[in-house]
């Protein structure tokens, strides 16, 4: 029987390189969508099976071309996204628009299954434009394709990831680390192994429920979360609450900076619970679970960040 063809946008981010392995393993065939194929195609090639990958660059919005791409997939999945803007309205292209683009093409075609990743928490953080884009992205896949499906996970960690590794990069190297809104925060992080798990469930098994919440098996503060990533790394710091006005100057100041650490709209993201809402089914109450722990998975990658560790900043290996 001919593989199934999965067309496969931001397949070069944590999830979608995991992807690609998962689908080529179970003899998918994956058709990886990427802006720079001499930067990322090299990276992609080592995650697939011989023979089940194409890559196929796409810098600019062509909808040519996109439309072409769906003439041999039976099932797309949307991973692009942005945490910051470096242009004007970027989110609004990024995450209403382009998902709108593709749920229409996906209707034309008539495929399977789209299945759009967005995130957890949306609907709440009115004043986050990183939200509202989101928000506005799901709304309108949603009403483009009836056989949409909406993935929301919380915080997505790994080795590839740009939450805990930059974070243990901050921990080694500053000695006190701010805590917004008191470390209070509420999370639910899933490894990226157990997200690709549930992606591949959705798309290889009779899933039809509209929206799904992905989640980790634990809740856990932003406190909570730099003391798991000071555990790791063998190292003590003052964990500090600071006031909002002080938080909104700091972020203000990071947010100027080429690629931001942190920025305003982010420090409004972070006043809300990125938590089960409980208004969609989770998947766990589809069967699907997620059983990995922050602590126990750290243990794993920490050690690049422990002193000596590559990325720590007492390094004592010497250059040739």
């Not at 001499?38 to 062509?62: M, S």
């Not at 709108?100 to 495929?111: C, D, G, P, T, V």
């Not at 422990?306 to 007492?314: D, L, P, T």
């Amino acid at each position: 029987m001919k593989p199934k063809e999965i067309l496969v946008f931001g397949a070069s981010g944590q999830i979608g390189r995991n992807l690609i392995r998962k689908f080529t393993k179970n003899n998918y065939k994956v058709i990886a969508v990427t802006r720079n194929i001499h930067q990322k195609g090299y990276i992609l090639k080592t995650q697939a099976n011989p023979g089940y990958l194409e890559i196929v660059e796409l810098q600019n919005l062509d909808l040519d071309k996109i439309r072409s791409l769906f003439d041999n997939c039976s099932i797309c999945i949307n991973l692009v996204g942005v945490l910051f803007e470096k242009n004007k309205n970027q989110f609004n292209r990024i995450h209403r628009d382009f998902p709108k683009i593709l749920s229409k093409l996906a209707s034309e075609k008539k495929i399977e299954k789209f299945v759009h990743v967005s995130a957890l928490g949306v609907e709440n953080a009115n004043d986050s434009e990183y939200a509202k884009s989101k928000l506005e992205g799901e709304n309108q896949v949603l009403k483009s394709f009836k056989k949409s499906i909406i993935l929301k996970p919380s915080i997505v960690y790994s080795v590839d990831d740009n939450f805990t590794t930059t974070f243990m990069t901050l921990l080694n190297r500053i000695p006190i680390i701010p805590l917004y809104y008191k470390g209070e925060t509420q999370f639910m992080p899933i490894h990226v192994s157990d997200l690709t798990e549930i992606i591949y469930q959705v798309v290889s098994k009779d899933i039809t429920e509209k929206s799904i919440e992905c989640i980790g098996p634990e809740v856990l503060t932003f406190k909570e979360i730099m003391q798991i990533l000071l555990k790791a790394i063998d190292k003590k710091r003052l964990l500090v609450p600071i006031p909002f006005p002080i938080a909104k100057l700091m972020a203000t100041f990071l947010g100027m900076l080429p690629n931001p650490i942190f920025t305003q709209d982010q420090l409004r993201l972070l006043k809300y619970n990125n938590v089960a809402s409980h208004k969609n089914k989770t998947n766990f109450d589809l069967g699907l679970k997620a059983e990995k722990k922050l602590e126990e998975e750290l243990l794993k990658y920490s050690f690049n960040w422990k002193s000596g560790g590559q990325f720590s900043r007492n390094n004592t290996s010497s250059t040739v």
